[in-house]
């Protein structure tokens, strides 16, 4: 019994230690990967008064385009998460940001609504399958007892992203280098270079399997691959040939659903946060409305690796999304009532960390429910429905608004959708104790 002390400690301690090396090597380039993701769906807040000037485009105009992004992402989601399982995260991810990158760099070419849905319809079909292909790439990397953390680093990305990308953002459309160009339009085609440059990097970087590492020696390999095959889940799942029972299982479209409230928020506040800024600062969105809106993302780059390896630990990522979700939803109540800058940054904050913690919690659920090819199928078909909450959220606001003649009751009821999410993500928590409670009762008998 004593050997079995001294030798158990030791194989973790070497597992902890590969897999800080994995991530050193993995997630430093999938953050940025991310980054850039996120400054491409969320840039077009930051254009919205010039865009609609400059192309004559209406609110409700607007608010589809920003949603219809959401449309063309979850068409192509699942076939491309399935493409990424079978020809690997190499060529597949680098594929997928050199695409939208110079689908991004054509919004340049917005000159009325047409155009601007059918180029955001496009940045969305482009984009399809990266951030649930992201999430099925580090379940090939990273073990459960790890894994939230991983997805903590990847969600890093966002705050990064919009603390940067806000004041870059408002420097670009206030700068007097046109060359021709409208500042909105420069805004575009230096962040759709970006991307497109680090896509090509990413093609010599990423490296899809442990198996294909040279980074990594032959015992390295081994004791990763071991951790990774005894985390597989004991499901029906982990049979290839039954993987269509994805589409069916209800505990698949509940994970669905969760995720939808969860975009709701998230894209509720992210389309329509500068021009709310620019409404309590009096001004136009420029630099001092981008450094405002990096306010709430600095709070979350702090909090959120403290909270995925809080969760890690004591492995209850189920309690811990509960109540990062219930933060989003009583801090996009409470930025309603708000009409003093300080009061509304400090309640919008609490939504934003809410609201984007959650999502590294959360899918630590479905990945240890589903694996193989399933677990393609169903990040893909969570991440694809989920993400029309993307679409919903911004026409939803603004429907709400316009029958309400407010412009706060759309993110009231946003907030009021959230809550559902809440109570499911509760319930599965519920579900979850209740099985493991009747797992110990049969063995016991």
């Known amino acids: 019994m004593q050997k079995v002390k001294e030798i158990m400690p030791v194989g973790h301690i070497e597992l902890s230690q590969l897999i800080r090396k994995v991530k050193i090597r993995i997630l430093p380039l999938i953050v940025l990967m991310f980054a850039l993701a996120m400054l491409d769906r969320s840039n077009v807040g930051f254009v919205k008064h010039y865009i609609e000037v400059d192309a004559g485009i209406s609110a409700s105009a607007y608010a589809l385009g920003a ?141 899809s399997k442990p198996d294909e590492a040279k980074w990594l020696t032959p015992k390295e390999k081994e004791i990763l ?71 709430p993302w600095v709070f979350t780059l702090i909090l959120l690796p403290i909270i995925t390896r809080f969760a890690d630990k004591k492995q209850n990522w189920n309690h811990m999304a509960v109540l990062m979700l219930s933060c989003a939803v009583i801090g996009i109540a409470l930025s309603t009532q708000m009409t003093q800058i300080f009061a509304f940054i400090l309640t919008i904050s609490l939504a934003v960390v809410g609201f984007i913690v959650v999502q590294p919690l959360f899918w630590n659920l479905p990945t240890q429910y589903l694996s193989g090819r399933a677990a393609a199928i169903g990040t893909a078909l969570i991440g694809s429905m989920g993400n029309l909450g993307g679409f919903v959220a911004p026409n939803l606001k603004n429907w709400m608004d316009q029958a309400w003649h407010n412009d706060m009751a759309g993110l009231i009821t946003l907030a009021m959708v959230g809550l559902i999410g809440v109570i499911l993500l509760y319930k599965l928590n519920r579900k979850h104790r209740n099985e493991k409670q009747s797992l110990v009762i049969k063995v016991l008998k």
């Open 67 to 207: 949603g219809i992004f959401f449309i063309g992402y979850a068409l192509f989601e699942i076939p491309s998460n399935m493409i990424l399982h079978k020809v690997g995260a190499r060529v597949w991810l680098s594929r997928i940001m050199i695409t939208w990158g110079v689908v991004s760099i054509a919004m340049i070419f917005v000159r009325d609504s047409t155009s601007f849905y059918i180029l955001r319809f496009l940045l969305g079909v482009a984009e399809a399958g990266f951030s649930p292909g992201v999430i099925l790439f580090l379940t090939y990397w990273f073990p459960k007892t790890f894994r939230g953390q991983a997805y903590g680093w990847y969600y890093l990305g966002v705050p990064i992203a919009l603390m940067l990308g806000g004041p870059f953002s408002g420097w670009l459309l206030e700068s007097t280098y046109t060359f021709g160009f409208r500042n909105w339009q420069w805004m575009f085609i230096v962040q759709g270079g970006l991307t497109v440059i680090v896509g090509i990097i990413a093609f010599f970087m990423l490296v």
């Open 225 to 295: 691959n071991k951790a990774l095959v005894e985390d597989r889940p004991q499901s029906a799942y982990a049979e290839e040939s039954k993987t269509q029972k994805v589409f069916t299982d209800w505990m698949v479209w509940r994970f669905v659903f969760i995720y939808f409230t969860i975009q709701l928020s998230v894209y509720g506040v992210l389309f329509f946060l500068p021009t709310k800024l620019a409404e309590l600062l009096n001004t136009q969105v420029g630099i001092e409305v981008g450094f405002y809106s990096a306010i």
